[in-house]
């Protein structure tokens, strides 16, 4: 499965996209992340780059759905999985656009204190999530030290981020990093990867009975 995480910098006006391959090893999720891509942008130019991104052919992936009256499996497409940022009037309306194009996105906001938020959407069009700054930290340190998260080694900026997280996942070097250069780098980057540790997620298969199959 493939995911997308974009998280934009306003004073710049630069949009950060990761995309990141997720596969199973012995029972436990492994993540790639193939590429780190920062352009200048508007809005626009960002929504056609994620509608374009979530219809490339390169990462949709085909399953196979059972069912459970017995019937053939039935062969199904999984579109990669869209993350944003939502940090900004922009952003929020880029996520609203997407939807309205019946593009499933999964939107984040930052909060203080201990405790992640969700509010549901429409159902098939993803949630909006509050999560602290320092659990996404949290999350891609911890895959680094079980050596469960790796980038690829053309990656911009991966062995910045890589180096950074490794040496320093106290509190208050997190605290640094939210006000580094990095931020928006790390946050594409952190949010994909803690809805996958964190969120059991499951899409529905319409099925030739009329019933639906949830897969996770």
């Known amino acids: 499965m493939f995911l997308l995480g974009v998280s934009s910098e306003k004073k710049s006006d630069t949009t950060f996209f990761a995309i990141i391959e997720k596969t199973q090893k012995k029972v436990k999720k492994q993540y790639h992340v193939l590429e780190l891509i920062s352009f200048s942008n508007g809005s626009m130019e960002a929504e056609e780059k994620i509608t374009a991104f979530y219809y490339n052919k390169e990462y949709i992936i085909t399953k196979k759905i059972f069912s459970q009256d017995k019937r053939p499996a039935k062969r199904v497409n999984a579109h990669p999985k869209i993350f944003i940022a939502s940090l900004a009037d922009r952003d929020r309306e880029l996520i609203k656009k997407l939807r309205s194009k019946k593009i499933p996105v999964e939107s984040f906001s930052l909060i203080n204190g201990d405790i992640w938020q969700k509010k549901k959407c429409d159902i098939g069009l993803g949630d909006n999530y509050r999560v602290p700054f320092n659990d996404l930290m949290d999350c891609v340190a911890d895959l680094l ?72």
């Not at 006000?179 to 996958?196: D, G, V």
């Open 145 to 216: 030290h079980q050596k469960r998260l790796e980038f690829n080694k053309k990656v911009i900026y991966g062995k910045k981020i890589y180096e950074t997280l490794e040496k320093n996942n106290s509190k208050n070097a997190q605290a640094n990093m939210f006000e580094s250069e990095y931020k928006n780098i790390i946050l594409a980057t952190a949010i994909p990867l803690w809805f996958r540790e964190n969120i059991r997620y499951s899409k529905r298969y319409a099925m030739s009975s009329g019933k639906r199959m949830s897969q996770v």
